[in-house]
């Protein structure tokens, strides 16, 4: 039986700190824990938990159990499965949110396995009705919003989309519970190796702001100016299929069709006319700012602002602009 | 001088002869083994219907099986298809008939000394006719041993990069030319034994042969010719032992495959049937291919005419159309040891191959690499150059339909097209009720109930959606108003058609969408469709009436030519001197319609049309289709990028294209090029459009 009213959340690192992810899902367990008359938890497995700990007291964990061991480190995530099932075992939390992310999906599920509980994927909202769970998640590519339950009072697992809750900050004093898990075998795989992927500095996916360039640049060395703005927005850099197909940029930069979907804040295409391949990969953006020299461009029917006009002209003096007011 | 007649077993011993008889009967014993086993390899192949409701009592009435006949008659004896390429063509004919002719030559030999002379002690092939016998075998002889050098030559000294060497290769072209080299030599020592020149005359090759021992004696020559006649008879009999355990066996197998050729048009894949009752989809094991296919797996000869068609091999994809269809033989020949020849050593991908004996297991993956299936472009130009019938793009689409359905394992931006087609009806997941957006402000009205048109345009997703296809759509409407031609489109009740999705083995995404649009179009009376994209059209026309929807289609080259044809146009305003026209796959090859694209181009004031070295029914593929246009193709140069430099090299003024994948992808390479301003790429109605008044 889990524990009526304490929700977790499976908070995966990034270096030292908690994914953006699992700050949102912090914020929401906190949510709905209080509307259940409980509390909120979280664990982090991995170097850097305890100084991860912080913000995840800041954004409404009462408790934080941590376990650092070099072997959380490792892509393989039997090591995870281990501690956390351990950990559920123990206390039986009502509920464990994960993030929608590989890690934690397959953390996720074997863990649901081990222990023979209920998952629910692919969540964009969770409510509390007294104490039953609802979870809602989209169907048929989101034509139906569909809204499940749990059948019983087992600990329930929700693994939750990027973005679809705001991390707000819900202070409370910080408390770290040390976990020592049980490993139940030593790893059957090892790691041999990894390969780079010369990847955009920030991903595209979880970018606010993507600026992105297309074959109206005109020359591979102009993708330079591409990067600049990307710089001073703190952004990430896009492309269009015709640049990444002119050898301007590497494919994972590409958005549309073929590539990328993205629904950043802002959405910055520099000299691409807004083909529908383009189209589709980024129209669901909060808003559209197209620069592109011809006025006919389709990107114009779609942009929210469209600037047109040469583009390295502007798009220098917009990066100095905003360095400018960001005081860098 | 006595009657001239064919001495045969001239001075050839007694025991000789017998040696020899018994070595035919062992000969042809080895021979019919080989056949029982390989053609039961074939018969372990699923059932599949190919002469569809022919009896044997009618088969000669049957249209299908005139067909049959007729296409054999064509392309395995004229060879036609061969013929579409000179050298490969001519030297092939050459050592065919030569061996056909004396085979026959042989064959009436044995029929004039084994019954005529044994059993009725008489012979046929005296005076006149047996002088005319000879002469013809002579130059048909001579013709075979040309053919053989013209082969070796081709394949050992020119080499040319789609083949590969085998030992088979070479021992199927050495024994040909030894067994008639020897043949040769015998009736040169017969000629120089008997000294007839008015006879040996008859025999231009062998009496040129026999000058040098013309003076020798005929006890001198006989040791000589038993010797020679031992070893060219023993040849023979070994060439036809080995038959069936060699690439000889395509003497058999590709004529049957001819025989047995795809009768349906080009352009409609096999539905899979009861589609909500199957448990597995497409072929994912070997024994689920038909016996046609493991023909057609048989029927290959490593001519490698499909690699030299190919797009995706052009473009550095790992697919190529013979290693794949040698993949899947090799994987048919049981043992190792019969007949398997190994991937050609050109194969640039690190494919996992074959190397098991029981050759069932593990098709895909470890036989096929799923990177193969996905680079098709179902373009058709390996079926269309296959001089067997060969069935590529079937073969490759059963196998993509078992990772689509079964095994949910499609190209990752694929599956989103897939979803969102599914969603919306569309490729882009747009919004189904935005595809009438496009001809707003146009006057163009969505067909209501009760009323009747002639034509019914079909728009298609681009032309609804794509901005650059929608100038294409609106030139339509203009063109149509013009022209008065009576007719309605079916605005937002329209669906995609489905022919990416069952291209990328989609089937059951593909039946929906067709059923859906099949439903829709049941409320409305028209006489035909007209579409401007011809994967709409070949869907529509050739697919849909599996699910029941029949219809008259066209496609909008054909309208506009009829048009043009009829003077319902004015052109009058000129545009561009030179104009080249990329044939679409899907409308040229798919369902032949070459002329009438080009007509309408010539109807253009002052247009001259000017062919690039690869069109019509050799037209090269732009790249798009078979889902192509939804993937991204690890490639070392695009589909799209060799075809545009195809059209740059005959320095056009303008490209027109009848299909909107291929003008996507050229108005993309283009721009990739930097080039988009200087080359117009252009629809053939965007054009008639333009130049009217």
């Known amino acids: 039986m889990g524990t009526a009213n304490v929700i977790w959340v499976y908070a995966e690192l990034s270096g030292k700190e908690p994914k953006k992810i699992a700050l949102e899902l912090m914020t929401k367990a906190r949510e709905l824990a209080e509307a259940m008359g409980g509390s909120a938890a979280a664990v982090v497995l991995g170097t850097g938990a305890r100084t991860a700990a912080e913000k995840l007291a800041q954004h409404g964990a009462s408790v934080v159990y941590v376990a650092e061991d070099e072997r959380f480190g490792n892509v393989l995530t039997t090591p995870h499965a281990d501690a956390l099932s351990g950990l559920i075992k123990e206390k039986s939390p009502r509920a464990v949110l994960f993030g929608a992310t590989n890690s934690s999906k397959d953390i996720a599920a074997r863990v649901s396995a081990r222990l023979g509980l209920g998952v629910i994927a692919d969540a964009i909202a969770i409510q509390v009705n007294g104490n039953e769970l609802h979870v809602v998640n989209p169907a048929f590519g989101g034509s139906l919003l569909v809204t499940s339950t749990f059948t019983d009072a087992n600990t329930a697992f929700i693994i939750a989309r990027a973005k679809a809750f705001a991390a707000e900050e819900r202070p409370q004093p910080l408390k770290i519970e040390e976990v020592k898990p049980v490993y139940t075998a030593a790893p059957q795989a090892r790691i041999t190796g990894a390969v780079a992927q010369p990847e955009a500095r920030v991903?595209?996916?979880?970018?606010?702001?993507?600026?992105?360039?297309?074959?109206?640049?005109?020359?591979?060395?102009?993708?330079?100016?591409?990067?600049?703005?990307?710089?001073a927005f703190e952004a990430a850099v896009g492309a269009s299929r015709a640049a990444v197909d002119a050898g301007w940029i590497s494919y994972p930069h590409q958005v549309g069709q073929t590539g990328k979907t993205v629904k950043p804040k802002v959405y910055i295409a520099c000299g691409i006319s807004g083909a529908i391949q383009h189209k589709v990969g980024m129209q669901t953006s909060d808003i559209i700012i197209a620069i592109n020299k011809d006025p006919d461009a389709p990107i114009f029917s779609f942009a929210d602002l469209g600037v047109v006009g040469d583009l390295h002209q502007i798009v220098p003096l917009l990066a100095k602009e905003i360095r400018k007011r960001k005081g860098a | 001088m006595g009657s001239i007649f064919r001495d045969t077993f001239w001075n050839v011993p007694v025991w000789a002869q017998a040696v020899h008889y018994l070595l035919s009967i062992a000969a042809l014993l080895i021979l019919s083994y080989g056949v029982y086993r390989r053609v039961s390899l074939w018969r372990q192949g699923q059932k599949t219907p190919r002469c569809p409701g022919v009896k044997l009592r009618d088969i000669g009435g049957s249209l299908l099986v005139k067909k049959r006949v007729k296409a054999f008659l064509l392309y395995a004896i004229a060879q036609l298809r061969l013929l579409r390429e000179r050298y490969p063509g001519i030297m092939h004919l050459f050592i065919f008939w030569g061996m056909v002719v004396l085979f026959l030559g042989t064959a009436t030999v044995t029929l004039d000394y084994d019954v005529a002379h044994l059993i009725f002690r008489t012979q046929f092939l005296t005076d006149g006719f047996y002088l005319v016998f000879k002469l013809t075998l002579d130059i048909l002889g001579a013709l075979l041993i040309v053919g053989v050098l013209l082969a070796a030559y081709r394949r050992y000294v020119l080499r040319p990069s789609r083949l590969d060497n085998l030992w088979q290769d070479a021992y199927q072209l050495g024994m040909l030319f030894a067994i008639g080299l020897m043949g040769f030599l015998l009736e040169a020592m017969r000629l120089a034994a008997f000294k007839q020149p008015e006879v040996a005359i008859w025999s231009p090759v062998g009496y040129l042969l026999?000058?040098?021992?013309?003076?020798?004696?005929?006890?001198?020559?006989?040791?000589?010719?038993?010797?020679?006649w031992f070893v060219h008879s023993t040849m023979a009999l070994v060439f036809i032992a080995s038959l069936p355990y060699t690439k000889l066996w395509?003497?058999?197998?590709?004529?049957?495959?001819?025989?047995?050729?795809?009768?349906?048009?080009?352009?409609?894949?096999?539905?899979?049937?009861?589609?909500?009752?199957?448990?597995?989809?497409?072929?994912?094991?070997?024994?689920?291919?038909?016996?046609?296919?493991?023909?057609?797996?048989?029927?290959?000869?490593?001519?490698?005419?499909?690699?030299?068609?190919?797009?995706?091999?052009?473009?550095?994809?790992?697919?190529?159309?013979?290693?794949?269809?040698?993949e899947l033989q090799q994987c048919m020949l049981e043992k190792p040891t019969l007949d398997t020849p190994d991937v050609p050593p050109m194969s640039r991908s690190s494919t996992p191959r074959h190397r098991g004996t029981s050759g069932s297991k593990d098709l895909h993956g470890k036989v096929v690499a799923a990177d193969e299936l996905w680079a098709c472009t179902t373009c058709r130009a390996c079926v269309q150059e296959c001089p067997v019938f060969i069935e590529h793009v079937d073969t490759i689409v059963d196998m993509r339909r078992y990772l689509t359905l079964s095994e949910g394992a499609v190209p990752a931006t694929t599956a989103t097209t897939l979803k969102q087609m599914t969603n919306q009806g569309n490729p882009w997941g747009l919004s189904k009720?935005?595809?009438?957006?496009?001809?707003?402000?146009?006057?163009?009205?969505?067909?209501?109930?009760?009323?009747?048109?002639e034509y019914l345009y079909w728009v298609g997703c681009s032309a609804a959606y794509d901005a650059r296809n929608q100038k294409v759509a609106k030139a339509m409407v203009r063109v149509l108003k013009a022209a008065g031609v009576d007719f309605a489109i079916l605005g937002n009740q329209e669906r995609c058609c489905g022919d990416s999705a069952r291209r990328l083995g989609e089937e059951y995404l593909f039946q929906t969408l067709a059923m859906e649009n099949i439903d829709n179009l049941k409320k409305y009376r028209f006489q035909k469709i007209v579409t401007a994209c011809p994967h709409g059209y070949n869907t529509i026309k050739n697919e849909y009436p599996q699910l029941g929807g029949n219809y008259t289609v066209i496609h909008h080259t054909e309208l506009l030519a009829q048009l043009v044809q009829e003077g319902r146009l004015e052109l009058s305003r000129p545009l561009y001197k030179n104009i080249t026209y990329h044939d679409s796959c899907y409308l040229g090859r798919y369902n032949d319609i070459f002329q009438a694209p080009r007509q309408v181009l010539a109807a253009l004031p002052g247009a001259?049309?000017?062919?690039?070295?690869?069109?019509?029914?050799?037209?090269?593929?732009?790249?798009?289709?078979?889902?192509?246009m939804w993937m991204e193709a690890k490639v070392e140069k695009r589909v799209n990028h060799i075809r545009l430099e195809d059209a740059l090299s005959i320095k056009p003024d303008c490209v027109g294209t009848a299909c909107p994948f291929c003008l996507t992808m050229f108005v993309d390479a283009a721009k990739v090029k930097g080039i988009e301003d200087s080359l117009p790429v252009k629809d053939v109605v965007e054009l008639i459009a333009e130049a009217l008044v």
């Open chain 1, 203 to 231: 991903s595209l996916e979880e970018a606010n702001v993507i600026v992105s360039g297309g074959r109206g640049l005109g020359a591979p060395e102009n993708f330079k100016l591409v990067e600049e703005l990307a710089q």
């Open chain 2, 210 to 228: 026999a000058q040098p021992f013309w003076g020798v004696t005929k006890e001198t020559i006989r040791p000589y010719y038993v010797g020679t």
């Open chain 2, 250 to 326: 395509h003497i058999v197998a590709s004529p049957t495959n001819i025989f047995f050729r795809s009768l349906r048009p080009a352009g409609e894949l096999l539905p899979i049937e009861n589609l909500e009752e199957q448990e597995t989809f497409g072929v994912g094991k070997f024994e689920e291919f038909t016996w046609k296919q493991r023909l057609d797996f048989d029927a290959c000869t490593r001519c490698g005419r499909c690699q030299d068609a190919c797009p995706a091999w052009a473009s550095g994809a790992s697919l190529s159309p013979k290693k794949l269809i040698l």
């Open chain 2, 433 to 453: 009720n935005d595809r009438l957006k496009w001809a707003e402000g146009l006057d163009v009205k969505a067909i209501a109930p009760g009323q009747e048109v």
């Open chain 2, 608 to 628: 001259l049309l000017k062919e690039m070295d690869r069109s019509g029914d050799r037209g090269f593929c732009c790249g798009g289709g078979g889902g192509q």
